[in-house]
């Protein structure tokens, strides 16, 4: 399994929805209308606050193969939830130890999952300065949910143009 970084959307539903991309983790907001009509399945969902229920849902992705970068920060963001520290810190290392490209707005998950929001908004700053394609997701991505207080959080929602 490889990991496909997608510049928009569109092409990504696409690609889901016709096979050719078998797993992919997604904003659920992005998929809601295909997932209510039938056309996608949701192995899990962690932004709702079930992480426990997720955790499986993970593990099986990640064994079928999907265990890049962007995965895993999820991953992690899951397991600090569920009260699983150690291990979220422990990905989290490996990913930023990673030759591979990893957009700083999935970094910044597992950051809120281990409740540091600051380091987090770091990130979130930092994927707007370089277009990380993930960033356009930040108002309806619930794993974010913490840092809508933020100041600089809504700042960056104004420079994305999103509605506030």
Known sequence: MENIL??????QMSDMLSGRVPVAFV????VA???????????AVTGSGRVKEALPAYEKAIGW?????????FYGYALARAGRQEEALRILHQVEKSTDFVPPSAIAVTYVGL???????????RAFEIRDPIIQ???????????????RFQELIQKLGLPR
Not at 6 to 11: I, L
Not at 137 to 151: G, T
């Open 6 to 11: 997608y510049k928009a959307g569109n092409a």
């Open 27 to 30: 904003p659920a907001a992005t």
């Open 65 to 73: 193969g999907d265990n890049t970068a962007a995965p895993m920060c």
């Open 115 to 125: 409740g540091d929001n600051e380091r987090a908004m770091q990130l979130l700053q």
């Open 33 to 43: 209308t295909a997932v209510k009509s039938g056309k996608l399945r949701l192995l």
């Open 137 to 151: 997701y930040i108002k309806v991505e619930s794993h974010y949910d913490p840092l809508k207080n933020d100041p």
